[in-house]
């Protein structure tokens, strides 16, 4: 039987976190999930860890990683797949907690790895036109922008190069040297990306509607897209000096 786990960060997502545990195990597909909650002081933890006593009967299907204050979005993600490497899980979906992801994406998504062959499924906003709701249009147009400059600095033929709802292969988390992952925040996932691109792992846009959030408090700044600005280059210049082959 395929095994998929579902890897969600989260600080302070009080608000979202019973719902959104109740709607992954609510799909047809039978996921596992795997909360990494970086030290929420408003609860976090404590509501994932009375939903393991419902789901983890018979079968451990909740997990929950606890760890001291906010360490950044890549390092959850990069210790979740740890997590899921160690365990023999399949396949790896990241999906934020505050349904920005629908859930009943996280099918398609895994579908298209394990039945049409990608090694990386990306739940793409702009493969189909703009297909995000509740943005102001500032920030819809700062989102396709840095996906345009990041195909014009790497080459990737991706239109959602910024995508964080994706499906990973196991065989793709096997082969990138995680610890050569440098970024920890919105880069993280435009790094992964490329990585996995240049190692000439099949990626393929699955498209998504996003919503934003209606509940809990983003957690994009300023800082974040700027580190994705300057860090495209830098991931750029690193790439002549490595080699990539498997």
């Known amino acids: 039987m395929t095994r998929a786990l579902v890897i969600t960060p989260t600080y302070n997502e009080i608000e979202n976190i019973d719902a959104i545990i109740e709607a992954v195990f ?3 597909t039978p996921f596992h999930m795997l909360i990494v909650d970086d030290g ?12 393991q006593a419902r789901y983890n009967q018979g079968e451990t299907r909740l997990h929950l990683l606890e760890r001291k204050g906010k360490l950044g979005l890549g390092t959850a993600y990069i210790e979740g797949f740890r997590f899921g490497l160690r365990e023999g899980y399949d396949f790896f979906l990241e999906m934020d907690a505050d349904f920005s992801h629908d859930p009943k ?11 049409d062959g ?7 906003r702009y ?5 995000v709701v509740n943005w102001p249009m500032g920030r819809v147009l700062m989102s396709y922008c840095a996906s345009m400059y990041v195909r014009f600095i790497t080459g990737m033929k991706i239109q959602d190069t910024t995508a964080g709802f994706v499906c990973y292969r196991r065989t793709v988390l096997e082969t990138i040297n995680l610890d050569k992952i440098h970024f920890v925040g919105y880069a993280f996932q435009i790094e992964m990306k490329f990585t996995a691109w240049k190692f000439g792992f099949k990626l393929v846009e699955v498209p998504i509607i996003f ?3 209606t509940r809990g408090q983003s957690k994009m700044s300023t ?12 991931m750029k210049v690193w790439s002549w000096f ?3 082959s498997r």
């Open 26 to 28: 609510a799909q047809p």
């Open 242 to 244: 490595r080699t990539y």
């Open 105 to 115: 994406d996280l099918n398609r998504l895994l579908a298209a790895c394990v039945t």
């Open 118 to 124: 990608a090694d990386l499924s990306i739940g793409s």
């Open 211 to 213: 919503t934003d959030r």
């Open 40 to 51: 929420s002081p408003d609860g976090t933890a404590e509501a994932v860890k009375r939903h």
């Open 223 to 234: 800082r974040i897209f700027r580190e994705a600005f300057l860090g495209v280059i830098q």
């Open 127 to 131: 493969v189909t036109g703009v297909n």
